[in-house]
């Protein structure tokens, strides 16, 4: 994908899936959700970079138990839109996790590599617990078996932009969830 204009970038926006106020609502929901699990507790919310940036800014904002925020960075290798099941952790987190209920926030689960291999490192650290919240969940692309704890949108196998997803980089600032167009532009 090569983007030149305005008329490029647009051209790769198929359809609109899940709209702001969408995204909004199941955020709101999901945050009751989590200070009902951790009633008082505090947690460390774990951002997987750099999809997760836009989730975690809203998700951290609908959340009332006591907070920190801490940031990693895996890298999960693309062919294209296909991932081609390498996972490197380019970016650790800062916090000695055996300190905190962790909870991992996502942007997508997609063959379930990343997160397969984030929790996998991460408990070998002994957290004192751990769970997964994720905004998009792609089960029909599952390579490696994984379950969210929290999921707060279940798709088809579209490749998805918007809110913090990329393709090529590009589309993580939109406001919404859209179908990528894979057409040649
Ligand atoms: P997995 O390791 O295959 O589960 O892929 C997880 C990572 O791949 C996500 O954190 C995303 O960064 C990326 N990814 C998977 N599907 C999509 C998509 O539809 N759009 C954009 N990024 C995606
Ligand atoms: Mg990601």
């Known amino acids: 994908m090569d983007i030149k204009s305005v008329q490029d970038f647009e051209k790769g926006i198929k359809r ?26 505090p947690i460390l919310l774990v951002s997987i970079l750099k999809g997760a940036f836009v989730f975690m800014a809203d998700l951290a904002r609908a959340v009332s138990v006591p907070c920190e925020i801490g940031f990693m960075c895996a890298k999960s290798y693309y062919n294209g ?23 991992i926030v996502e942007d997508i689960i997609d063959t379930g590599r ?8 991460l408990r070998t650290r002994n957290p004192i617990s751990l769970h ?11 390579i490696v078996e994984f ?4 999921s707060l949108f279940t798709i ?5 932009i918007g809110y913090g997803l ?17 057409e040649k532009l």
């Open 16 to 41: 609109v899936l899940i709209t702001e106020e969408q995204i909004k609502n199941a955020i709101k929901e999901a945050g009751k959700e989590i200070d009902k699990l951790y009633d008082g507790r």
């Open 81 to 103: 839109t296909s991932s081609c099941g390498v996972v490197q952790i380019t970016m650790d987190l800062e916090q000695n996790v055996k300190d905190y209920h962790v909870v």
């Open 114 to 121: 990343t997160l397969n291999d984030v929790c996998k490192a």
């Open 132 to 142: 997964v919240v994720t905004l998009l969940d792609k089960p029909s692309r599952r």
């Open 147 to 150: 379950e969210p704890d929290i």
């Open 156 to 160: 088809e196998d579209h490749f998805v």
């Open 166 to 182: 990329d393709c090529a980089e590009y589309y993580r600032n939109l406001p919404y969830i859209a179908e990528f167009n894979n």
